[in-house]
């Protein structure tokens, strides 16, 4: 019986095929939308997770509270400093923390004038093998400078391609603040933008040309091999608040583990994807629209037909079900044209990324789930948008029907 139902829809849109892909253009660009945009951010999470996952579940993160834009510890009232560093090192649970400085400098070569941000470089053994193992840094050509006062810098992939007009090379020689730093090492390509254009510098350079003394931006931490993150976290917290004389609920800084800072990313992204979404569904509610004027117009030139059925006994929710039928495959061959347009538009932005920025962080993460969660939605849509037309066309009297 069902089949029928289905068999019945189908050859009813298939007889009027101009008018049927014209009312499903609204839907399979809403799903289409759809899809794309969430296999985007899925696979946006995913790849920032990944890079998390890097930095290893065994290290925390401080701030000072209130920055604005810009990089960590830019604008705050009460910056990081030295004492923070020691206050944290003597925590139970500890094993090392490193303050590091983030900064935006101006850099100067061959002419050209530009501004990234600017890295500072721990002195001592251990803390840098902690810089480095915490962000991930590999070398692809060069090395990494010995001396902490040291006028050479680390680059970033990006500054040997495309930053400036000429691309920088090993052992070349920029100006960063009015200074002359040779370039020591070219960092390998990590996908992460910001580290792709970022300078490492020693961190006595880099307090010496921004006249920067006794303040960090950030302070990462590594916590002792069996030690419960959550609880150094909280530890570091106490110490704190203690070395910097605040009240709890009043802190003027912020600790947080790499699975904090994950979740904190994935709200973000759900906020801008729902958005997104929502400004994506209102092409579905056009195409919904399309669907209902489209089925009323079917009622109207169905009449007759619709008076016959009736005088051959069909019931009023028959009728009203292949109608149903009928304004739901238009929602459903329009998802399934949506999905196909979707998953192809994800997948290009996905090669488009990677060949132009070499960028792994922008991933198409198309599942099951939302390719069948996409084609029920865009069938239901469809359906309910005929619900109208249906009680319409149920509601016909047979002879009224017959006299058209």
Do not use: C, H
């Not at 997770?49 to 810009?70: E, R």
């Not at 802190?251 to 994807?273: C, D, M, S, Y």
């Not at 019931?315 to 998802?335: A, D, R, W, Y």
Request: proline fraction near 3%; aromatic fraction near 8%.
């Amino acid at each position: 019986m069902i089949k029928d139902y289905f068999r019945l829809g189908y050859r009813n849109v298939k007889q009027r095929k101009l008018r049927s892909w014209l009312t499903m253009i609204g839907i399979f660009i809403g799903i289409a939308a759809v899809v794309a945009l969430i296999s985007l951010s899925q696979g946006l999470q995913d790849a920032v997770a990944q890079q998390f996952v890097q930095l290893g579940t065994d290290k925390l993160i401080v701030q000072a509270a209130g920055g604005g834009f810009g990089p960590p510890g830019a604008g705050v009232s009460e910056p990081l400093t030295e004492a923070d560093e020691k206050a944290i090192s003597k925590t139970k649970g500890v094993d090392l923390a490193i303050g590091r400085l983030i900064r935006t400098v101006k850099l100067e070569f061959k002419g050209e004038t530009k501004f990234s941000f600017a890295v500072s470089m721990p002195e001592g053994t251990e803390e840098r093998e902690l810089a480095i193992e915490a962000n991930n840094y590999q070398l692809k050509q060069g090395r990494f400078f010995e001396q902490d006062d040291a006028l050479e810098v680390v680059l970033g992939n990006d500054f040997a391609k495309d930053f400036f007009d000429r691309p920088l090379e090993l052992r070349n020689r920029v100006t960063i603040q009015n200074k002359v730093f040779k370039v020591s090492g070219i960092l390998k390509k990590s996908g992460n933008p910001q580290q792709d254009s970022t300078l490492i510098l020693p961190e006595g350079s880099l307090r010496n040309i921004l006249n920067i003394e006794n303040e960090f931006d950030i302070i990462p931490i590594k916590v002792k091999t069996g030690e419960d993150p959550f609880i150094v976290g909280e530890n570091v917290e106490k110490q704190l608040r203690k070395s910097r004389n605040v009240e709890e609920g009043k802190e003027n800084f912020i600790v947080e583990t790499p699975q904090q800072l994950i979740g904190t990313l994935n709200n973000i992204l759900l906020v801008i994807q729902g958005v997104l979404v929502g400004i994506a569904g209102i092409s579905l509610i056009v195409g919904g629209i399309g669907i209902m004027n489209t089925m009323y117009t079917s009622v109207l030139e169905r009449t007759k037909e619709i008076g016959i059925m009736k005088a051959l006994g069909a019931k009023n929710k028959t009728i009203q079900f292949l109608f149903l039928v009928e304004s739901g495959i238009l929602g459903l061959f329009g998802g399934l044209i949506g999905v196909s347009l979707g998953v192809g538009i994800s997948k290009f932005v996905e090669f488009v990324t990677f060949k132009v920025y070499e960028s792994a962080l922008i991933q198409a993460s198309v599942s099951p789930y939302l390719i069948l969660s996409a084609l029920l939605f865009a069938f239901l849509v469809g359906a309910g948008s005929g619900v109208f037309p249906a009680k319409q066309a149920a509601n016909l009297k047979p002879v009224e029907a017959l006299r058209q």
